[in-house]
């Protein structure tokens, strides 16, 4: 994802795909669009998931959408990304590049057509963590990409310090974390009455709730083992889909857990809202942020996290203030965590207070969009 931004006129080109398409860097290049909506003109290009070349609006914006042929790695492939985005280069004549990474194709292409009269800001989301074989090759790319850009954008102090391709540009950092939108968290109208049914249909006992992708980083055999450890009584949900969601229903044989699937926008805020404690068992720097794990903390569940090293995580969860943090993978020390919480209301609503304090304080529009517009001399 790649966003031309200038002081008057900003065009972003998505790493990968755009909004409807569902995904972490997806829904974190919506946010600093809809951000600064307004302050500039923006375009986004980005990968189409279906055929040919389309441009709509969405949220006020155009969106341009390349052909893609095919998927290799991960990494959607498109010829028709390149002759757009050199046309759009030339007729739109933005000021400002922001390159959203990782994305080795288009970080090719813009290595190849960008002139030297627009700036780059590149939005360092994660480092290449898996596939080192396809990241050897990249590599040179990576570092051309960091040293021709003006400015970097972690999303987390601690992701850019531990970051071995990031730590030799900290001349360039800006941290610009992700962003929570009140108005999408907010309890509003029948809300109130929903969360209440919410708790009801599962006996009013507490909620443990886990939101997110069931890929290997997120650690979700973890907190499946953590559930043969807690000993208070509780309800386990794991709301969303993927690959792996199959395999983690066979290993899962406790009544406690249940799998509920993709869950619609407007109920993420009821369940997050009715949920006492929110899981976060992510393994790995793929989670580099955890915009999820922010959510979770405005709407007050407090989260339970593993220690992993160079993530945003435990910069998001501060550990003995916003939640509880453990060893990673130490699954009997996440039960006990949990447990901790259950036994404990004083100290749950301490942490609850801290974690929806420190979402208002760091990962709201007040805090970041004055970020984004020095950082485009808006």
């Known amino acids: 994802a790649s966003c031309l931004v200038g002081s008057e006129m900003c065009i972003r080109d998505r790493s990968k795909y755009f909004t409807p398409y569902v995904a972490g860097i997806e829904d974190v290049c919506l946010s600093v669009i809809q951000a600064i909506k307004g302050d500039c003109e923006q ?10 070349n389309i441009s709509l609006k969405v949220s006020g914006v ?23 985005l ?3 280069i030339q007729t739109f004549q933005p000021d400002i590049i922001h390159l959203h990474v990782p994305n080795p194709l288009i970080c090719a292409y813009v290595m190849f057509v960008i002139p030297r009269r627009i700036e780059l800001v590149v939005h360092w989301h994660s480092d290449i963590v898996v596939q080192p074989f396809i990241y050897t090759f990249f590599k040179p790319i990576e570092k051309w990409i960091l040293k021709r850009a003006h400015k970097i954008l972690i999303t987390s102090p601690i992701y850019g310090e531990k970051s071995d391709p990031l730590r030799p540009f900290r001349d360039k950092f800006v941290v ?3 962003i929570v939108f009140q108005n999408k968290m907010d309890i509003v109208q029948d809300d109130s009455k929903r969360i209440e049914q919410l708790k009801e249909k599962y006996n009013n006992k507490p909620l443990v709730f886990f939101m997110g992708r069931h890929v290997p980083y997120k650690g979700l055999e973890y907190l499946i083992k953590s559930e043969a450890y807690i000993e208070s009584d509780c309800k386990i949900l794991i709301a ?3 690959p792996l969601t199959e395999k983690l229903k ?7 857990i249940e799998f509920i699937g993709r869950i619609p926008d407007n109920d993420i805020r009821i369940y997050m809202s ?3 404690i929110f899981a976060f068992p992510s393994i790995t720097k793929n989670e580099a942020f955890g915009v999820a794990l922010a959510e979770a903390m405005y709407c007050r569940a407090v989260p339970v996290t593993f220690t992993i090293d160079g993530s945003g995580v435990n910069w998001v969860n501060l550990n003995g203030v916003t939640g509880i943090e453990v060893a ?3 699954y009997l020390a996440f039960a006990v965590a949990i447990d901790k919480l259950l036994c404990n209301d004083v100290l749950r609503q301490k942490y609850s207070d801290n974690a929806r304090q420190r979402v208002l304080d760091m990962f709201t529009i007040p805090v970041i969009k004055p970020i984004l517009k020095q950082l485009y001399r808006l």
């Open 43 to 52: 375009k986004v290009l980005c990968f189409n998931h279906e055929k040919g």
């Open 240 to 242: 969303g889909s993927g």
């Open 328 to 330: 990673n993978k130490d």
């Open 250 to 256: 066979m290993m899962t044989s406790s009544e406690r």
């Open 86 to 88: 050199k046309k759009y």
């Open 62 to 84: 155009e969106v341009i959408r390349a052909d893609t042929f095919g998927e290799f790695a991960r990494q959607p492939i498109s010829i028709a990304y390149f002759f757009l």
């Open 274 to 276: 009715a949920a006492v």
């Open 176 to 178: 610009l974390p992700n």
